[in-house]
Nanobody
Framework: VQLQASGGGLVQAGGSLRLSCKGS????????LAWFRRAPGKQREFVSG????????HYADSVKGRFTVSRDNAENTAYLQMDSLKSEDTAIYYC?????????????????????WGQGTQVTVSS
C-alpha cells in the first residue's frame, strides 16, 4: 500500500495550493482519509479528514473556512484545497488512512489511528 502526496510548493500569503493524495495497493474509497502536517520544530498535527464516501468532513479550527478536503474514489485520490494561505501553514503535509474500515468521528485527530502514511509534500507560504 502506498500513498503518494503531491502538489506542494512555494506560494505567497493569501495564495492557494491544491494537494493530491494518490493511493495504490488498496481501494481508498473503503477507508477514511486524513491530512496532517508538521511545521518546523513542532509536532505533527491534524488538518482535515474525510469519510470514505466523502459525505462527512472534519477540520482543525486553524484551517476551517480556508481549506476544503474532497475525494474522487473512482480515481483513488483525495485532495486538499488550501486557500487564503498564511505563513503559519508552512509545513510538510501528509495524507494517511487507517488499517481498518471501521471509523468514528472521535478518531480523526489522533495519528495513532492511522496505519498508512504518504511521504509528505512541502508547503511553504511566504509573507
Amino acid at each position: 500500500v502506498q500513498l503518494q502526496a503531491s502538489g506542494g510548493g512555494l506560494v505567497q500569503a493569501g495564495g492557494s495550493l491544491r494537494l493530491s493524495c494518490k493511493g495504490s495497493g488498496r481501494t481508498l474509497g473503503y477507508y477514511a482519509l486524513a491530512w496532517f502536517r508538521r511545521a518546523p520544530g513542532k509536532q505533527r498535527e491534524f488538518v482535515s479528514g474525510i469519510t470514505r464516501s466523502g459525505s462527512g468532513t472534519h477540520y482543525a479550527d486553524s484551517v476551517k473556512g480556508r481549506f476544503t478536503v474532497s475525494r474522487d474514489n473512482a480515481e483513488n485520490t483525495a485532495y486538499l484545497q488550501m486557500d487564503s494561505l498564511k505563513s503559519e501553514d508552512t509545513a510538510i503535509y501528509y495524507c494517511a488512512t487507517p488499517a481498518e474500515r471501521f471509523w468514528t468521528p472521535t478518531m480523526w485527530e489522533h495519528d495513532d489511528h492511522y496505519h498508512y502514511w504518504g511521504q509528505g509534500t512541502q508547503v511553504t507560504v511566504s509573507s
